[in-house]
């Protein structure tokens, strides 16, 4: 057979470039796939704005390199969880506006000062504290107003936001954003989606002249009612269906593959792995990849007797796993796999129609989780990166050949 032309034997080499030779596994982000997920959205939302939400270290794609390739797609709104994202965020996008949704800690609104950037304010006390560091500071700078209209987490209640209708009326109220959150954005027939956006458009008009938000990624699949003056995604700019009810209308943008360390033979009758959960029912051929629940392959999707296991690709067919996910290994049935399996091949944890939505079901967890998990140990390697950011790693040299 010319392994260099049978498709399925491409598929089994899928070997690591020779820098990440030393690397479990390679995590690939593809920055492309991410500017076009952001373009879509932000055609989705006009007229309102579309920002881009990055915490979470860009829900685990790369704060920096995502917030480049945004930056560049025409984003100018970032939102991330805390100060230190937003620090990056500025080093990175030199001129955008950010908002850190986890607002002010006390004494720290010089560090807001510092890189210019704006608290979502939630709290009364909190607010006080902003107003009072704004007039010992002499600082200008505004900050986002968040109203709670259901979810009960962050938020002034709808009596506290009425009750700053009479500083609307003042010069410089200090606010540039009003915003809410919805609880339920992600099922489309959800009474609770009508209630919060009725109850945010009547607050929102006290707040005159300030841009108001509702909506996260799957809010802007609900209707135009629910895009207000700015959209605020994140999951589905990485890939994660905002509409589960329905197709994916997103891009991929993950693929993570795990090197396969060894390849052996479990005799029929036979079990794998920690507990003896999985009993070999034929003669099993087992490939055993680098990469288990450390590195956020959840032990859940472990394979089990009598369950359903996540699946996996090795040479182009969906294997699923056999017995428990440990720390750093797991099992991969690859007894039905046609072409050869060979150690130093690598196996497809997502990717190539694995998605992390589906990865989410099987970790009994949601495609945020699985993203936001993804481990340290993979070699990072961006694709279709803007042409300043940093080149990626070592994918100048020529993949090794499959059976080397
Ligand atoms: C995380 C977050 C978002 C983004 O939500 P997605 O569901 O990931 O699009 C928007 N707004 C707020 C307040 C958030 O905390």
Known sequence: MNR???????????APAAGNASANGILTVDLGAIAANWKKLEGKGVPAECAGVVKADAYGCGLA???KTLSDAGCKTFFVATL???RTVRATAPTAKIYVLDGLFSGTGDQFAAINCMPVIGDMGELAEWDAFRSTAGWLGTAAI???TGMNRLGLSIGEAQGLAPRMKTVNPGFSLVMSHLACAETLGHPMNARQVAAFREIASLFSGVSASLSNSSGIFLGPHFLFDMIRPGAALYGVNPTPEADNPMQQVIDLKARIVQVRHVAKGETIGYGATWTARRDTRVAVAAAGYADGY???ASGVDGTRSAETIVAGQRCPIAGRISMDLT???VTDVTAPVRRGHMATLI???ITVDELGHHF???GYEVLTSLGPRYARVYKDAPASAEPPKAMDQPAPQAGD
Do not use: C, L
Not at 4 to 14: E, G, H, L, N, V
């Open 331 to 333: 099992a991969i049935d």
């Open 4 to 14: 260099a032309t049978d498709p399925k034997s491409i598929a089994a080499q899928a």
């Open 364 to 366: 009994g967890t949601i």
């Open 351 to 353: 990717g190539d129609g």
């Open 298 to 300: 959840f032990r859940a």
């Open 65 to 67: 390199p995502v917030t």
């Open 146 to 148: 968040h109203i709670d």
């Open 84 to 86: 230190d994202e937003a």
